[in-house]
Every structure is written in structure tokens, then in C-alpha cells.
């Protein structure tokens, strides 16, 4: 790894490369004179990447992190399964995650940098949250809920992970049943105090200056009744 750079305005040169848990070269960042423009893909895990890039080098971090328990965006037998973001044990781990990438963040804004996220909340005991619906009025986790699906066998077909939420009240770490999980608050109330208030894991303190609510004055009309 080489990297140089005296201020804000000097020219970066160099290759900054980083290699994953399982060997695999994450990314190499050429980098060019500061006043040039470009635009880089720099594809690979957020937090290998993010680790690849100088410090004071970001102005601004916009992103919207996999919810927690709602996508699975790799397949039960990929290689990097267990660093899927979203798939953590509970909402405490998924905090963690993400404290892990803003400590991350925090590194790489400069001093007048800002960190925007779009973060949504789940509903304990079941897969359901805000997001994306389909042609039906229903969210892919909702429909599947309504029939079950069986094999060619005739066996039901298991989804691990948009069922292993089911029940999960009834474990430590949730809360009851049928409320909402409080996910982005949790989250707030971490870089605010600088502590994770489920386990109390410390972090750097942020300024939190602005909170915007998604609100949909006519949403799609949902089974669920108990929910506004």
C-alpha cells in the first residue's frame, strides 16, 4: 500500500489495494491530480473499500445500507454470505455494522464533509417493513406469506432469510411482537451519544443536524390492518 498526500489540494498518486478475508484483491484506486475530473466504480465490500481510500479524501457519503432482515442479496452457499450486511443475528449486531462503516466514514470525510443515510425500520415477529411493492399491492415477502411454496416434491420450500424473523420476539434482542424495532433510531441515538444502546459499544460521537421522514400521503393499500 503506498499513498502521499500533504493537503487537501496536493496530487494523490499511487495504488491502494486490499485484500479480503479470503484473499480476494478488493480495489485498486489509481488516483489522479485533485483538480481533474473523474468518476470511479470502485466495486467490492463497502468496508474493504472504504478501508482502500486516504483520509480528509470524501466530501460527502450518500447511501442507503441493505435494511436489516429484509434482502438477500447473495445465495445461502456464496463465499461472503456471512459478511452480507442486513443479514446480521439481531438489531444490536446490525448497529455494530453500521457502526463499523461510519468509523470508517468518519476517516475519510474531510472536516467539512457530511454522511447522508436512508435507513428503514422492520416490524419484530415477521418480515415486514416499508419498501418496494409489486404489481399485486403486496411486498414479496407479504405474498409469499399468503401461499406456500413447495418443491417439486411437494415438500414446503424454507426462505431463511425472510422467515427467520418469524418468532423472533420470543428471542433476546427483539422487542414484542408486531412493533417496529426502532432500527433507525437506535441507530441516531449511537452517533449522537457515541454508544450503541444495545450493547453499549462506543463510537466517535457525530452531529446530527437533520432528520427527513419518507412520507407517502396515498400508499398502496396493505393486509395488514393494524398498521397506518
Keep these: 500500500m503506498t ?16 485484500k479480503g478475508e479470503d484473499e480476494t484483491e478488493y480495489a485498486v484506486v489509481p488516483w489522479l491530480e485533485a483538480d481533474t475530473p473523474s468518476a470511479w466504480y470502485l466495486i467490492g465490500d463497502t468496508r474493504e473499500i472504504l478501508r482502500s481510500l ?47 462503516v461510519t468509523e470508517e466514514c468518519a476517516r475519510v ?29 403486496l411486498k414479496e415477502v407479504e405474498a409469499k406469506s399468503q401461499q406456500q411454496e413447495v418443491n417439486r416434491n411437494g415438500n414446503p420450500v424454507v426462505h431463511p432469510e425472510t422467515d427467520r424473523l418469524a418468532g423472533s420476539d420470543k428471542r433476546p434482542g427483539y422487542p414484542l411482537a408486531k412493533s417496529l424495532s426502532l432500527i433507525p433510531e437506535s441507530f441516531r441515538w449511537a ?19 437533520n432528520v427527513v421522514r419518507w412520507h ?13
Design 216 to 228: 407517502k400521503p396515498n400508499p398502496p393499500v396493505k393486509r395488514f390492518r393494524r398498521q397506518i
Design 3 to 18: 499513498r502521499s498526500a500533504s493537503n487537501k489540494n496536493s496530487t494523490l498518486r499511487g495504488a491502494i489495494s486490499e
Design 109 to 137: 470525510l474531510t472536516s467539512t464533509g457530511s454522511l447522508c443515510l436512508e435507513l428503514g425500520d422492520i416490524y419484530s415477529g415477521s418480515a415486514s417493513s416499508g419498501g418496494d411493492y409489486d404489481k399485486g399491492g
Design 191 to 209: 452517533l449522537v451519544y457515541g454508544k450503541n444502546p444495545f450493547n453499549g459499544r462506543e463510537t466517535e460521537r457525530w452531529r446530527v443536524r
Design 54 to 100: 486516504p483520509d480528509n479524501s470524501v466530501d460527502l457519503v450518500l447511501s442507503s445500507p441493505p435494511f436489516f432482515a429484509l434482502r438477500s442479496y447473495l445465495p445461502s452457499d456464496h463465499k461472503d454470505k456471512h459478511r452480507e450486511i442486513g443479514a446480521e443475528p439481531t438489531p444490536a449486531d446490525f448497529i455494530d455494522t453500521l457502526l463499523d
